[in-house]
């Protein structure tokens, strides 16, 4: 097994990207934790990354601006080299607004954080290699509501939409590269995006009847996806969008 590399996880202080990170660590990787301002939680990220065995460094960035993406590559190539695995899991979650009643503040806000700013720092991934590019992995966590969309969330499934766009685009640019790109779907995931399911039983209850597996998934499951995905074991793909929601998507028409 190939230990010891650089990996990069945006929004790893908190959810799926703080359990992305531990579980490189535990790859023994070295793992950059970006986050955007909770110190508190990308520090314990980094934590737990040293005690599965890894090592992390912290970087606060702003993922949806150029110069702040910039900078800290920048400061991962000066200490470790140019990152081989890039998990994008930084992002916002929906508010449940209309269209009719939702500002452009919001529109923008979500567009600039879930897909611009993986737009950025692919980028970024992608020049701090340099053209031979090498054998790399790009991983964009996504949504079900990339294509199961939902009222009231109409700025994050654009958003999602539009990264299963620039995955399929990025895979068959930088193939011949050797850098694989793929998508990571989840549905219901226990993290503090949701964080009324999982302090109220009954609500996290009621939606879990809608899950064909009863139960709503754990961050440390989509972070073993990740594992996989960035290992030799997943050598051969590429453009994927792999669903990781205990069969929520496929209820869709189901009552009607």
Request: aromatic letters at 4%; hydrophobic letters at 45%; glycine letters at 12%.
């Amino acid at each position: 097994m190939v230990t010891g590399r650089t990996v990069i996880v945006t929004g790893a202080e908190s959810g799926i990207g703080a359990a992305c990170a531990a579980a490189f660590g535990r790859e023994g990787d070295r793992v950059a934790i970006l986050y955007h301002s909770n110190t508190e939680g990308a520090e314990n990220s980094a934590q737990a990354v040293r005690e599965a065995g890894g090592e992390a460094i912290t970087l606060q960035a702003d993922v949806d601006g150029e110069a702040s993406v910039d900078a800290a590559f920048g400061k991962v190539e000066a200490l470790w080299g140019p990152a081989a695995i890039l998990v994008n899991s930084a992002g916002m979650n929906m508010r449940g607004v209309n269209v009719r009643d939702m500002a452009l503040d919001q529109w923008r806000g979500m567009i600039d954080t879930d897909l611009t700013g993986a737009f950025l720092t692919s980028r970024r991934f992608l020049t701090g290699r340099g053209d031979n590019g090498g054998d790399a992995v790009i991983l964009q966590i996504s949504s079900i509501h990339a294509y199961a969309v939902r009222a009231g969330g109409a700025d994050y499934c654009a958003a999602k939409g539009g990264l299963t766009n620039l995955v399929e685009t990025l895979a068959i640019e930088e193939a011949p590269r050797g850098i694989r790109v793929n998508a990571i779907e989840p549905g219901m995931i226990l993290t503090p995006m949701n964080a009324r399911a999982q302090q109220d039983v009954a609500y996290r209850q009621s939606l879990e009847r809608n899950i064909p597996m009863q139960r709503a998934g754990q961050p440390e499951e989509v972070a073993d996806l990740a594992v996989f995905l960035a290992s030799d074991r997943a050598r051969y793909i590429t453009g994927a969008r792999i669903v990781i929601d205990g069969g929520l998507s496929l209820m869709q028409a189901v009552g009607a």
